[in-house]
Structures are given as C-alpha cells and as structure tokens.
C-alpha cells in the first residue's frame, strides 16, 4: 500500500508543479502587487498601500467596465445557450459521417487564429462589406449600417467563438440520457414536448451548467474580440486591466481591477453553481 500511495505521489507531482508554478504562483504576485504604491520611473514602488482599492471602488469609471463586461458575457452565455442547445440535440441523434461532420463544422471557429477570425468579422461588418450590401441589395435598409466597433458585433463574435464550449457539454450530458427512459415516455403517452420538458432537460442540465460555466468565464474575460471588434467607444475590464498593464504602466492598479474581475467572476459562478442545484434538487425532488 505504501509503494502504491508514493507511486500516485509521484504520478501527481507533476500536475501539482503545473498547477503551483503557472496559477498558484502568479495569483499570489498578482495580490501582492496590487497593494504596492506607484512607482515614479518605475511600474510600481517599494512601499505598500490601500490606494488602489480605494480608487477602483470609488470611480464609476470603473464599474461601468466592469458592468458592460458582466451584461455582454451575460448576453453571450443566453445566446450561446439559446443556439447551441437545439445543435447539440441534433448533433446526440447523429453518427457515422454526419457525426463528424457536426463535429468539424462545431469546432471550425477555434480552427482559426484569433486574429484572422476578428479581421474576417471587420470585413464582414464594414460599411462596405458584404454584410451591408447583403442587407442593401435585399432592399432591408436605405444606407450601410455601422457595425464595426458595436456592443453588438462583439456579442455576435464571441457567440461564434464560445459556442462549441456550449454545445459539447451538452451533447454529452445528452448522449448519456438513457433511451429506455425515452421510451418509457412515450408507451405512457407523453407527448415528445411532455417528454422533452420532463425528462430530457432536467438530465442534461449538468451538461448546461458545465456549458454556461465555462462559456461566461471565458467571455467575461475576453480581451482581443472586444479590443478590436469594440474599438475605443467601449471599455471592457479586460481592455482596461490590458491598458494599465502595458499602455500607462501602472502594475499596481491593473493588478487590482484583474483581482475585482476575478472575484466577481467568482462570485457570479458560484451563486449560479448553488441556484443550479438547488433547481436540480426541485426537480429530482
């Protein structure tokens, strides 16, 4: 038994040291960072203090950055929810060549470099792009819409990027529902909405509290779809955290508002985390 519990010690340690070296490590720096006075011709001073808090907490400026980002991964997880929950049905139902079809189209939008991907979305959404003329041509408006640098167009990108975050978990918690119980249903006279309502989605919300999870923390933090798709009209806190970082040099500061972005983003799974079971307890209940 010994041999055994130093073996899985061992097999462990590598992950620990992943895990210690690239998160634990600098989460702790960027603590103890965000308590350091500025610096005068350096990015951060020798001293500590409370200032940066203060200031974040105090300047609407701040948290209207913080609200844009919290009501845009908002939009992007319901979206991506609304879309990806019928593609996941669909893509549970299918095997053999359509399987891997599905498959490749799901996952095509992270086949593409980040960079290539937003650029392609500028060309699609410039005034003269095919976007407008599309819209022109069918005669739904009379001028070119601006859609470059919108909330909008940075909503429509990241549900284009994240939605295969929101379809696999789905379609797995889906292939898992048993069709017995399906079945089942149906020789008792369910009807196939009675059916969906009452057995397929309560066994596949893990698959949508899996989805919903991962797809908001990755858009909440999302910087280079806002930075470029966004522009300079809209400041997002990752955008924000970005320029105090690495435009004014001012570590101190952009170390605070990634600890504020990061506790709330925290905050925000965790009350969902708890009102998902919660709703799950009612169901099984």
């Not at 010994?2 to 600098?26: S, T």
């Not at 948290?63 to 919290?70: D, E, P, V």
């Not at 300079?232 to 990634?258: C, D, K, N």
Request: aromatic share 10%; net charge positive.
């Amino acid at each position: 038994m010994r041999r055994a519990a130093r073996l899985q010690l061992l097999l462990g340690l590598p992950a620990v040291a992943l895990i210690f070296v690239f998160m634990i490590l600098p989460i702790t720096n960027m603590v103890e960072m965000s308590f350091r006075t500025p610096g005068v011709t350096e990015p951060f001073g020798n001293d500590y203090t409370l200032m940066h808090y203060g200031r974040v907490l105090g300047d609407p400026y701040y948290w209207g950055a913080l609200g844009r980002s919290l009501l845009v991964a908002t939009t992007v997880t319901v979206l991506c929810l609304i879309v990806s929950y019928p593609v996941a049905w669909h893509l549970s139902k299918a095997d053999g060549l359509k399987m891997v079809i599905l498959y490749a189209l799901i996952a095509s939008p992270l086949m593409t470099g980040v960079l290539v991907r937003n650029f392609g979305w500028m060309i699609i959404a410039a005034l003269n792009g095919p976007l407008n003329q599309s819209l022109l041509g069918l005669g739904l408006v009379d001028r070119p819409l601006r859609l470059l640098f919108t909330q909008g167009l940075v909503v429509l990108a990241l549900v284009h990027v994240f939605m295969p975050f929101m379809v696999l978990p789905i379609n797995n918690a889906i292939r898992n529902i048993s069709p017995s119980l399906v079945e089942a249903a149906a020789s008792m006279g369910a009807s196939r909405s009675a059916t969906f309502r009452d057995i397929v989605l309560p066994l596949s919300f893990p698959g949508i509290q899996a989805g919903v999870t991962l797809v908001f923390v990755l858009a909440i933090a999302a910087y280079v779809t806002p930075a470029l798709l966004g522009g300079q009209m809209v400041t997002y806190m990752p955008t924000q955290i970005i320029a105090e970082l690495t435009g004014t040099f001012r570590w101190p500061l952009g170390s605070t508002l990634a600890i504020g972005l990061s506790l709330t983003t925290l905050l925000v799974v965790a009350v969902f985390t708890l009102a998902t079971w919660r709703l799950l307890d009612r169901v099984r209940a």
